[in-house]
Every structure is written in C-alpha cells, then in structure tokens.
C-alpha cells in the first residue's frame, strides 16, 4: 500500500478552522500527509495545528452547498474540531482520506514506525523496567520467590511475558500443568508483596472449572504455597456471582471452597467492557454539549453512571489493600480473562499501598509492568474511544486503562501532597495508549511487540518523557514523600468529574496552569533559599 493511493487531495487552500479555545481562524491551508493532518495560516502569530490520523476517532462531514461543507474531527482525546472547506469534490476527498488514513489496519503503517527522536536518548526505555531489575528490588526484601522463564517462547501463556515471578516452592512442570487449568493460560503471577506484613497479591485468569466441577492438584498447591502457616487468603472475583456461575456453566467458573479451605471468595462486580464504553461515551456526550442547562447536565452525567464505576474500582482495590496491610492476608484476584479489570484492581491497589508506585519513576514501572508486560490488549482496546459511532465498536472497545487513570486521579486529588507527578502526567500517558509518535503501547502484549520487533524499530515512550527538560512539566510542586498507605474515601461526597481530562476542551484551563506555574516557580525559590541559608550555616560554623 502507498499512503498516496489513499489521499486525493493533500492540499486545499482557504479553510476555515472551528477549534475550541481558538477564535474562529479563516484563510488557512489543510494538508494531508500519510501520518498527520497539518492546518497552517500565512501570519507567523498563528501556530500550526498538527494532528495524527491515528488521534481521529470518527469523521462527519456536511455539505452545506454547492460551494463547499464543513467537516467535522472528533478524537480520541476528546477535543472536537471543525474545517470548513471550499469544494463539494474536495471535501469528499478530505473526509474519505481521514476515514482511511485513521483506520489503517497493518500496524506497521502507523506512525511509530516512521518517527525518528529528535533528542538525544539518555536513556533506552526499551530496557528500563526488565523484569530482571523489578525482580532485584523484591529480592531485597524476600527470598520465597524467583523468577521463571518457562514462558519465554510464550507457548505456555501467549499473553504473559517471558518472564513472571512466582513461589519459589513450586517448580515449572507444575506451572505449565496450572496453566492448562487457568483460561488462556494465566496461571497465578505475582502482582505485589507487601513487605511489612509478608502478604502478596496475585493476579490470574478464571480456573476452568467447568459445569463438571473440575479439579487441579496443582493450581490448589500453588495458590497455598503464598500462604504463611496458619493464615488465610482472600480470592478477589471481579464478577457479579451471577456471572461466574455463567462462566462455569460455560467451562470456566471459580476456585470451590472444598477445594481451596484456606481462602475466602469474595465477588467485587466491576461492569463488563462494553458497559464501560457505553458509559463513556454517554459522559463525554453531556461534557460536550455546551447548551444544556445545569439541572439536565448534572442528570446526563448521573446517568451516565461512569462515576458509579470508578466507585466500584476503587472499592475492590480498597478491599485489597486492607486484606494486605490491615489483615496481613495474601489476596488472588481475576475475572474472566485476567487481562482488564484483574490487572485495574492490582496496579490500583499498588497505588494505595507503595509510596514507590505514587513517584514518576515507580508508576511508569507500574504501567510496565501491571499493564504492558502482563497482557493488557491495548491495540484492541484503545482502537476506538468515545467518539466512535456505534456501528463501529466491537466487545474488543474498552476504557480500561482510562478508567484505571480516572482512579489514580481521585486518589490524587485527595491526597495532593502524596504524588510526585501531576495530572498532566497521567493524561500525557492516556493520550499516547490511543495514539502516539513512541511505541510502547503498540501491540497487545509482549509477544506481539517481540514479533513487531518494536524495541529495534520505534522510539520508547520512557526515553522521552524522563528526559530532565520534559519531566519537569510533569511533576507536583506539592509532593512531599509520604511512606504511609493512603486510604481514599469512596463516599459520593468525596468523588468528582476529572474536569482536567473530561472538560479541558470546553473550560479554560489557563488559570489552573497560572497556578501550578506559580507554585513551581514558589517552589524552585524556597529550595534555592534553603540551599542558601545551610551554606551560610556552614560558612558560620567554620568561622568559629
């Protein structure tokens, strides 16, 4: 294929631009290229607008005569732009570019492939979580775990990565016997071990069961090889019981208490995939539409129940981190497949629990490890956002990730002072799992970026943003480094609409960023006094 085939028109003059924040913008020129959409004026005053086909979530286009119509963008991230152009033929033309050109189905077409850095690489993002150096720091602290590499031609689990750490007590013949036992071969990994209080939580799929009762030796000896003598666990089951008992009909199902004595099952519903989309599609409606008035506003976003679900979230990943620190009792936690709501409740619960995963560095590795390397399908699940018509979206579409990142918000804003990044960082990593310039969310798992060979042809997202110039718009000028597990209320009171994220296209935005500005630069004069006053201290001292 030749990204000329698929544009017919790459340039039309005397365009108008509809873009929220901007005034209205007349006399610019759309071009079309094989990656971005480029809208340019002739006054040097007027920034170029560059966007990425893969950012275009759908494409609307009006003819409003015979002179010409409007086409309208809607992305991924939410912003809505509108171009009015002269020319009935052209503005055909435009619009089945766009529509193409943001649903090209080779992934080596995208544009990760094609960007090169600009920058000087300081660091090779590509190596900077290795399993290997997560595992050195856990080694610190325990030596009841190792890591294994029986799926490092990933034909035990096509989802997992090469590496997985495990008890060290059970040996890989059992493993690949559990695995056989576990849906898609997700046997039970280690997810996080609390140091304090010795207890862990694992993260797999369902155990198939099936409607016979089934029975695996092995999967029993390996959940109890993560419990201390005399202790109790908890299996987290993020299904309605309802649902379960569907699966197991259907040949998965859920761990039997006759088989697994020491643990207690307990069933925290988190909605399926496509109710998640469905609710965000429905929010991001009532935060577009600028004329309603408050009363119906306030009701669209009720019904919408996206709030109702990040309470859910955050009530089993509360559930988790209070088995852990508080009971000190091991937790396994899975729904069906263990790639979605499994993995949200595990990094989330993490976030509550280690101060580490509240710093820049500790949540990168979080994301690394809890959602990339452990199989979250990002290439399915972030192909479609809001926007996206219906028709179009498949079981596949989910905002998990975004629902994940909408939790870690509420903490943080209720514990502003505990978080090192700011929520700039946490859009920042929204925008680049649905479309990006870097590589790192390409793909649905280790395996498939392994085939992509991604680390030899793309640029890794980590290399760019820890650059010290580009960090530094992404940190809190409030941090202070709290070692304490910090407890989040779950009361409707205390949850609230990430306007940030949901309504930066429609409020300004302008005096929150005058503010934090104020506060770095607050912040940057109190370190350089502090710095001054110990040096006149020590000049002090040694003239005595």
């Not at 695995?179 to 996080?192: C, E, I, K, M």
């Not at 697994?260 to 989309?277: E, N």
């Not at 956002?385 to 990730?401: D, G, V």
């Not at 110039?469 to 989040?488: I, K, R």
Request: charged share 20%.
């Amino acid at each position: 294929m030749e990204f000329a085939d698929l544009i017919k028109t790459p340039k039309i003059d005397n365009v108008l631009l509809h873009y929220p924040g901007r005034p209205l913008q007349p006399d610019g020129t759309l071009c079309i290229t094989g990656h971005h959409l480029i809208l340019s004026w002739r006054t040097a005053s007027q920034e170029e607008l560059w966007l990425l086909h893969s950012s275009i979530d759908s494409v609307e286009k009006k003819v409003t005569s015979m002179n010409g119509g409007s086409i309208t963008i809607k992305c991924k991230d939410f912003k809505t732009l509108t171009i009015d152009v002269i020319g009935v033929e052209e503005c055909n033309n435009v619009t089945h570019s766009l529509e193409c050109l943001s649903n090209l189905a080779d992934v080596s077409y995208l544009y990760p492939f094609f960007h090169h850095a600009t920058f000087d690489i300081l660091e090779d993002g590509w190596m900077a979580f290795a399993a290997e150096a997560e595992f050195a720091k856990l080694a610190n602290h325990t030596d009841e775990w190792r890591i294994t590499y029986l799926n490092k031609d990933f034909s035990v689990c096509p989802s997992y990565p090469r590496a997985v750490v495990v008890p060290k007590s059970v040996d890989d013949d059992t493993l690949a016997i559990v695995a056989t036992f576990r849906n898609g071969g997700r046997f039970p990994v280690l997810s996080y071990y609390h140091s304090d209080s010795g207890a862990c939580v694992m993260r797999c799929s369902q155990p198939l069961i099936g409607p016979n009762g089934r029975r695996c030796k092995e999967d029993e000896r390996l959940v109890n090889a993560t419990l201390s003598a005399g202790k109790r666990g908890y299996i987290v089951d993020t299904r309605p019981q309802n649902l379960a008992q569907l699966a197991k009909a259907k040949g998965g199902g859920f761990e039997l208490e006759v088989h697994y004595p020491q643990w207690r099952r307990i069933h925290k519903a988190i909605d399926r995939p496509h109710v998640l989309i469905d609710s965000l599609c429905k929010l991001v409606e009532a935060c577009s539409d600028v004329a309603v008035g408050v009363d119906k506003w306030l009701s669209r976003l009720e019904s919408s129940n996206w709030l109702s679900h990040v309470k859910d979230v955050l009530n089993c990943a509360c559930l988790v981190a209070q088995c852990v620190d508080r009971e000190g009792a091991s937790v396994v936690i899975h729904g069906n497949e263990g790639i979605d709501t499994t993995l949200l409740v595990a990094s989330l619960a993490q976030v509550i629990l280690d101060p580490d995963c509240r710093t820049v560095r500790g949540f990168e590795a979080l994301v690394e490890r809890e959602w990339l390397q452990a199989g979250h399908p990002f290439a399915f699940r972030c192909q479609r956002s809001a926007f996206s018509q219906q028709n179009s979206r498949t079981k596949n579409h989910s905002p998990i990730f975004l629902l994940f990142l909408d939790s870690v918000w509420q903490v943080y804003q209720q514990f502003p002072c505990s978080f090192e990044f700011n929520e700039h960082f946490l859009i920042m990593l929204l925008e680049h799992a649905y479309f990006s310039q870097y590589g790192t969310f390409l793909g649905n798992c280790e395996r498939e970026r392994k085939e992509l060979n991604l680390s030899m042809r793309t640029v890794s997202l980590w290399s760019f943003v820890n650059r010290p110039e580009v960090l530094q718009s992404y940190l809190n000028p409030l941090y202070e480094p709290n070692a304490s597990v910090v407890w989040p209320s779950v009361a409707p009171m205390s949850l609230n609409l990430w306007s940030g994220l949901f309504l930066r296209w429609v409020i300004d935005q302008s005096s929150y960023e005058g503010a934090l500005k104020t506060m770095m630069e607050i912040k940057e004069r109190d370190k350089e006094v502090r710095t001054r006053v110990t040096r006149l201290r020590r000049q002090q001292l040694y003239c005595f």
